[in-house]
């Protein structure tokens, strides 16, 4: 089978052709599914890097081992895949209890003078605000908020990953980002609004 | 904080995931391929074997044993055609009379 083909395949497909012996469907799978398990349990895991690599890992070599028994049309691999990672961050999160939380100061400084280095490190300190503002929300509030505003996933979609409704995760998000609000209103400074202009 | 300040926190966020390093990358790959099964083996399946032309005729004819009867029949019919009648008689135990079939049909090769 041609890479192409490959690239062209759906997710279900690919599984198929994966557990049938094709490397192509393999590369293909890992290139499509690994960077979105890592940016996902990233934003759950407050922005610990090596905790949220472990995780895409761990996450991934559990899709290999599923593969074979792969049933198509029940589950699409990306919600399957959300879930596993969900629940192993949750699994981290209570193992460590909570690390101490991101704070601007571990936000990446720009280290030259050139033009551009200032609004970059304003750009760095508002992830780094948002992060930390992130890791404040109770678990359930901050996956569907991260869902649905930085994986740009629909209510449906976050339904079945969470394994809820509809009507709770549209509760969930509004009230992920009303909290989520609240939290940076506390860090407007951080945030650079007061010296763009914007109101709090 | 307005909402609209935060939409776009939010979507300037969106835009900058992490991205996995390429030792990531490769390690998920690793795993792929350690964990992979391998293709079965190719091997045509359900093709009938060919028949060949004697084959088929033989199943018109009934197949082997009527095959063994005909041929059986063959032999005998052959040994028949070849024996002399003395020799016949003398398998047979019996004497071979001369039948005349058209005893007044002599006339047709009688001359003048």
């Not at chain 1, 094709?22 to 398990?37: C, E, F, G, K």
């Not at chain 2, 307005?2 to 995931?17: E, F, I, S, V």
């Not at chain 2, 030792?23 to 060949?52: E, F, H, N, T, Y």
């Not at chain 2, 063994?68 to 029949?73: E, R, S």
Request: hydrophobic letters at 45%; proline letters at 5%.
């Amino acid at each position: 089978m041609a890479f192409d083909a490959a690239g062209e395949a759906s997710d279900e497909a690919l599984m198929v052709l994966y557990a049938n012996g094709d490397r192509h469907a393999a590369l293909a799978l890992t290139r499509r599914i690994t960077p979105r398990v890592l940016a996902y349990a990233a934003r759950l895991l407050s922005g610990d890097r090596a905790e949220a690599e472990d995780v895409a890992q761990e996450t991934m070599l559990r899709l290999w081992k599923i593969a074979p028994e792969w049933r198509q049309g029940e589950t699409k691999v990306t919600t399957w895949a959300y879930r596993v990672a969900t629940n192993l961050c949750i699994d981290r999160q209570r193992s460590r209890h909570r690390k101490p939380q991101m704070t601007l100061e571990d936000a990446p400084e720009p280290t030259d003078g050139a033009p551009g280095a200032e609004d970059r490190l304003q750009d760095s300190g508002r992830m780094a605000a948002l992060q930390a503002a992130l890791s404040e929300l109770p678990d359930r509030q901050r996956q569907a908020v991260v869902l649905r505003h930085l994986e740009g996933m629909t209510n449906p979609e976050i339904a079945a990953i969470m394994e809820i409704g509809t009507e709770a995760v549209e509760s969930l998000t509004a009230r992920g980002k009303r909290a989520l609000a609240a939290n940076l209103s506390g860090r407007k400074a951080a945030l650079g609004y007061e010296d763009d202009g914007h109101a709090g | 904080m307005q909402d609209d300040d935060l939409d776009r926190l939010l979507a300037a966020a969106a835009r900058t995931a992490p991205q996995p390093s390429e030792d990531l990358m490769q390690r998920v790959l690793d795993d792929a391929l350690a964990l992979q099964p391998k293709a079965a083996a190719l091997r045509p399946v359900g093709l009938a074997p060919r028949v060949g032309l004697l084959a088929r005729f033989a199943a018109a004819l009934g197949g082997a044993p009527a095959l063994a009867g005909l041929g059986a029949a063959a032999v005998f019919g052959m040994a028949l055609g070849y024996l002399s009648p003395t020799t016949l008689d003398y398998l047979t135990g019996t004497a071979a009379d001369a039948a005349e079939f058209f005893p007044d049909a002599e006339f047709l090769s009688t001359e003048g």
